[in-house]
């Protein structure tokens, strides 16, 4: 679903972010991208969903050489990625429902089709009741809620997360986490950029650590790759 | 068709989210608008004042004792085929001295000496639309043989040709300027409102909204915020300008200034739709920064 050939990406005048990245992420699959700050973890993902673009190498997503989209093809390319971030990036003038349904307004969808499917990914992420509140009457959880709904109410192959746990407290991350985990198993591939350490040993799946924009770790806990749940030593609650 | 309404409806939302700023934009719209229209109000006055001008330059062709109808007729045909001129006038020797009497008035006892022998010469006058046409004239009657002389007020006709020149080029050059002005103006105030809503935009391009449907909503706004301007600016314009002439034909009546209602119907409407092209254009222009890639 997600390859990287061979990528390294430069900002002008700086120290390389990404250095000669080859990964491959199958579909359906969940996958933690881990490392310290700078690491070049939001680079990643940026590159997937073309918000930059690599100095060189190849980033394919679902079958494109993503940087050689014409510029005119990039919104239908992220139509089918969902992208959840560490700040929520929500529009503080409009309800948890406009919020959601804005993601499908904006690509010309059916009224009924955008009624049903926002009402769905509500119930999905427990906001149902919680339609008519504006974000800054949310809780950090409620917002990031909000912000998971508006990236899936598209239904998209992909969905990436930067630091999605960044501003909850533990618990409330591990619950997120978790239902990014749910999501996955419905065969969403799922890309989680995360230093909370804790919350990546919770989990049994496939880790890729970054270090100064290199790929030094790429492990499957237990040589399993692909989603296999919570990990039974982190208890059940997670 | 789904993705236009929700433009047009963004477009409202957008308006009444920022209410201050869209007033804001309105009032510094119209503010624009109303100098840029004072000034084209000036400058067509001004134009209309040279036209004048210009009008009153007139061309004598005197013609030589004797000269024949036929040579008269063909001094005449001549004239009369060059572009600018307005009017012309075959004015005899007995004529000319009659005119002469009558704006001597009551002093026309000074003239009985020479009733006589008539001194005057029978004469073509010719009426100027266009001074700049006054050398073609005198280029067509040159070496006709029934022609003694041209008379025209030849410095006073080239000085008031470059006068004029230099004149019209001003109006143009400065109604250029004021017009990139304004969209200056206007477009400063919806890249505020752009600016206002760049965290909006930034999530729209996010979950794959196409650079039309972001950029529409706003084109829209801008269209209506400058139109509105240029609406308050023509509604300020037309009330200030009707009492202007109304003034200047009581106090002034020798001032040629053109009539309210068929200068203000004309341009008004140019003055609005000029606002939505102004707002539309600025309204990208605005964008362009937040659609780059």
Redesign the interface.
């Known amino acids: 679903m997600i390859e990287f050939r061979d990528v390294s990406k430069r900002y002008q005048g700086s120290i390389y972010a990404l250095s000669d990245i080859d990964l491959c992420i199958q579909k359906g699959e969940f996958v933690f991208v881990v490392g310290p700050s700078g690491a070049g973890k939001s680079t990643l993902l940026r590159l997937v969903y073309r918000a930059d673009v690599p100095t060189t190498g190849q980033v394919i997503v679902d079958g494109r050489n993503v940087n050689a989209l014409h510029p005119s093809q990039v919104p239908f390319l992220r139509r089918n990625i969902g992208v959840v971030f560490q700040d929520f990036k929500l529009l503080p003038s409009r309800t948890v429902y406009e919020n959601v349904a804005f993601a499908m307004e904006v690509t010309g969808a059916r009224p009924n089709d955008i009624r049903r499917r926002v009402a769905q990914v509500l119930d999905l992420v427990g906001l149902r009741q919680r339609v008519r509140a504006f974000p800054q009457e949310l809780s950090g959880g409620e917002q990031q809620r909000t912000c998971l709904a508006r990236a899936m109410v598209s239904s998209p192959k992909i969905l990436l997360a930067d630091e999605p746990t960044g501003n909850l407290d533990p618990e409330t991350g591990t619950q997120l986490m978790q239902a990014l985990f749910d999501i996955s198993l419905l065969g969403t591939t799922v890309v989680v950029a995360t230093h909370a350490q804790t919350i990546v040993d919770a989990f049994r799946t496939r880790v890729v650590r970054l270090e100064k924009g290199c790929l030094i770790r790429d492990d499957s806990h237990g040589g399993y790759w692909g989603p296999r749940g919570v990990h039974p030593e982190a208890g059940g609650d997670a | 068709m ?2 236009l309404r ?1 433009c047009v409806r963004e477009s409202g939302v957008g308006m009444r ?1 920022n209410a201050f700023l869209s007033l804001a934009t309105v009032f510094t719209a119209a503010v624009a608008f109303f100098v840029l229209a004072v000034f084209l109000l000036g400058a067509a006055n001004l134009n209309n004042l040279i036209d004048h001008v210009e009008r009153q330059v007139q061309v004598s062709i005197y013609l030589k004792d004797g000269a024949s109808q036929s040579q008269r007729e063909s001094v005449i045909a001549a004239v009369d085929a060059v572009d600018g001129v307005r009017d012309v006038t075959f004015v005899s020797r007995e004529d000319a001295l009659a005119r002469l009497r009558n704006s001597f008035g009551d002093n026309a006892a000074l003239l009985e000496g020479i009733e006589e022998f008539n001194p005057l010469r029978d004469a073509v006058e010719v009426q100027m639309a266009d001074a700049d046409a006054v050398s073609a004239v005198v280029t067509a009657v040159k070496g006709n043989a029934a022609v003694d002389e041209v008379s025209y007020g030849k410095e006073l006709v080239a000085r008031l040709i470059t006068m004029t020149r230099a004149l019209r080029l001003g109006i143009l050059a400065l109604a250029g300027l004021l017009g990139f002005a304004t969209l200056f103006l206007v477009q400063n105030s919806v890249r505020l409102s752009v600016f206002a809503r760049r ?2 935009i ?10 039309g ?2 950029r529409l909503p706003f084109v829209f706004e801008g269209m209506a915020l400058a139109s509105w301007g240029a609406i308050v600016a023509a509604i300020a314009v037309a009330i200030g300008y009707t009492w202007l002439t109304r003034t200047v034909g009581r106090s002034m009546a020798f001032v040629p200034v053109l009539p309210a209602f068929g200068i203000l119907s004309g341009m008004l409407p140019l003055l609005v739709i000029f606002g939505a092209l102004i707002g539309a254009i600025g309204a990208m222009l605005a964008l362009r920064r937040w659609l780059r ?1």
Request: proline share 0%; charged share 35%.
């Open positions: 789904r993705l929700y989210r965290d909006e930034s999530i729209m391009r996010l979950v794959g909204a196409t650079d449907v972001i890639d």
